[in-house]
C-alpha cells in the first residue's frame, strides 16, 4: 500500500518548471517517489503540463489541469514540466508524493 513520503506547494507563472524546482513550501521531489497526487487549488487559473521531454508545455499547449482538478501521476518524474496556461497570474499547485 502507497505511504505519504512528502508534499509541496508550488507556484506556477510564465516559464516552465518541474518537479526538481525547489517549491514554495514543503520538499522537493523525493528520490524514491513512485506516484503523486497533484492538486491545482487554483480557484481560477489552468496550468499545462507536459512529461514529454521533446514536447515541453507552453502557456497554449500541453495537458491541462484545470482549476480545482487533481491528477495522479506515475510516469517519468524527472521530465514532468508545468506552466500556467494563458495570460493568468500566478497558479497555485499542491502535490503529495507516494512510495
Do not use: C, H
Request: no cysteine; aromatic share 10%.
Amino acid at each position: 500500500m502507497p505511504y505519504n513520503i512528502g508534499y509541496a506547494r508550488y507556484v506556477v507563472s510564465s516559464a516552465a518548471i518541474g518537479l526538481k524546482t525547489a517549491p514554495a513550501a514543503g520538499g522537493t521531489l523525493p528520490a524514491n517517489v513512485k506516484t503523486a497526487l497533484i492538486q491545482n487549488v487554483d480557484p481560477a487559473n489552468t496550468i499545462n503540463w507536459s512529461d514529454d521531454v521533446n514536447n515541453p508545455p507552453t502557456a497554449t499547449e500541453g495537458m491541462q489541469l484545470a482549476p480545482g482538478q487533481s491528477l495522479v501521476f506515475d510516469g517519468e518524474f524527472a521530465d514532468f514540466k508545468m506552466i500556467r496556461a494563458g495570460s493568468a497570474d500566478v497558479t497555485s499547485i499542491r502535490i503529495s508524493y507516494y512510495a
